[in-house]
């Protein structure tokens, strides 16, 4: 079987550690699709609802994903546009190799901290979602991609998922030079060549060169030198691509070796897993190696190394130039959401802002340095008389629980997510959670006559239901 894969990729394979030609030939012209997904352990926090959400993807024949603690593999890939549940951010679809990110975490930084996150090429979310599950409540992600389009899809997904304690920034890594010291972890999911991907995604192969291997190889050097900096000493970097080629994996660690003062840390593996570590032959780097062929998951390539040596850190934090609300403003907030008394309301032009601590202590400073797109939970937009409440509130888990509330069924939420009206049956007036199975789906305010869909129009589905 012909694999179409470039005669040029499987050459420079040869030799290294887990690569079978013929193996890795055959699975990709076998083209098998993995389809595999984690929870939301912020909004699935049961064991029942745990079954319910797989149950609803699939029958049977649902597994785990053997390295991650809320990972699943489908047994084929479901209409998720069609389920409400994948709209309230119960789980995001991630390929199951990069799951792996969650035992690099375990196995570099102490997670019952307060911890400041960074993941710097973020987009569409994957690995943040992921990050957001693991730190503690009273810890800080900030969640970072260069390009404008992505940051803007990146934010939404992150709405979706639910937490208050993230930041959504749209930076060049080199902005990051401005926070010194600062991150506590930071995690480097490099742009690169993508042959990894290339059994999921085959018409990335014809993108595919050793010419851009080398710019990609460049470009993730860049990346790494511009972000350093931002690490604390004694901090962590992560660093992964979706490459099987050795220039932007294990010469890259060698590279992170010979230029800064870093020290590399394995990570323990299951022999089950089938994952490969290799060590690079002039630095004694290891990192890790995730081949198709060997185990249910795309290619993939971590490593982690811990920042010794000392460097200059954050100064001083400046003083807050946040607007705090009015006693009058927060009576019109209060009743919406439930949130502990530690936790802080910002009004930003009119719009209440809900920060935890930590996010609420460096806020101003990440803003000066920061083009920041969403911080904390936007709670809505404040009027004379009434907060008009944002889709974030909805589909974050800080809303009050004495909300009025409309359950609708899966027909229902379908038109409701396409910004129609689902045509409810009820005595509630004024605004109202709508909800499909307790799982939040957005804002409605029902009226004598009608109801008001306030989903967001850029988050609407848009295919035809039967189409
Ligand atoms: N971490 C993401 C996830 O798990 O969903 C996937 C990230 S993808 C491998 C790499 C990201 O880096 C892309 O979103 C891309 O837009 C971004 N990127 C491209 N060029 C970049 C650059 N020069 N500096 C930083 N990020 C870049």
Known sequence: MSSHLPAALLDSLAGLPGYNRETFERVHAAAEKITSLRLNPLKITTPERVQQVLQ??????????????????????????????????????????????????????????????????AAPGGKSTLLQSLITEDSL???????????????????????????VSNNDPRDFSRLPGYFDLVVVDAPCSGSGLFRRDPELVSEWSLENVTLCS??????????????????????????FSAEEDEVILDWLADHFELENITIPLDADWQI???????????????????????????????????SQSIRKQKESRQVALTARQRELVAPWVNIPASWQYFLHQDEVLILPPLLATDITMLQQQLYIRKAGVKAGQL??????????????????ETLPV??????????????????????????????????????????????????????????????
């Open 276 to 310: 490969v570590p290799t060590v690079t032959t002039k630095r004694n780097c290891t990192g890790y190696r995730f081949y198709p062929d060997l185990l249910k998951g795309e290619g993939f390539f971590i490593a982690c190394f811990r920042k010794k040596g000392s």
């Open 56 to 121: 609803a993807l699939s029958a049977n024949g649902v597994q785990r994903v053997p390295w991650s603690s809320e990972g699943y593999y489908l047994p084929a890939r479901p209409s998720f546009t069609f389920d409400p549940y994948f709209h309230a951010g119960a789980y995001y679809v991630q390929e199951a190799s990069s799951m792996f990110l969650e035992q690099a975490v375990r196995a570099t930084v102490d997670l019952s901290a307060p911890l400041k996150v960074l993941d710097l090429c």
């Open 383 to 400: 009027g004379q008389k009434e907060l008009i409440p944002d889709h974030q509130l909805a589909a974050s888990t800080i809303l009050a």
């Open 406 to 467: 409309v359950s609708l069924n899966l027909q229902q939420a379908l038109l409701y997510l396409r910004k129609e009206d689902p045509g409810v049956n009820t005595d509630i007036r004024g605004w109202a959670l709508v909800t499909y199975k307790g799982m939040h789906l957005g804002w409605a305010k029902f009226l004598p006559n009608r109801m008001n869909n306030y989903y967001p129009k850029e988050l609407r589905i848009l295919k035809e239901i039967n189409g």
């Open 141 to 167: 992600l900030v969640t970072n991609e260069v390009i404008k389009p992505r940051a803007a899809l990146l934010a939404d997904n992150l709405t979706r998922w639910g937490a208050a304690n993230v930041v």
């Open 218 to 243: 460049q470009r993730q050097q860049r990346i790494l030198a511009d972000v350093l900096p931002a690490v604390k000493d004694d901090g962590v970097i992560i660093y992964s691509t979706c490459s």
